[in-house]
């Protein structure tokens, strides 16, 4: 458990795709609202596993327009 930035994990796992996106004419694009705070406490890696594994399933079963990646606080 450490500090991380949700924004910046997003901009990652979107870059780690890009080019496979790029490729099929997706474009994956990073929405990120105001957060409460600029870090938060948690499992980086094991959120960044997930945000993969997800991202590349929209990859490879999005035929046309975009993948969005967002984070924003819970109301």
């Not at 870059?15 to 406490?41: C, M, N, W």
């Not at 948690?42 to 035929?63: C, H, M, S, W, Y």
């Amino acid at each position: 458990v450490t500090d991380f930035q949700p924004e910046q994990l997003l901009h990652e796992c979107s870059q780690l795709f890009a080019e496979a996106a790029g490729k099929k004419g997706l474009t994956i694009t990073v929405d990120s609202g105001p957060l409460h705070f600029s870090s938060y406490r948690g499992d980086p890696l094991r959120l960044r596993q997930i945000l993969i594994n997800l991202v590349n399933n929209a990859v490879k079963f999005t035929e046309q327009g975009g993948i969005r990646l967002q984070v924003s606080n819970a109301a």
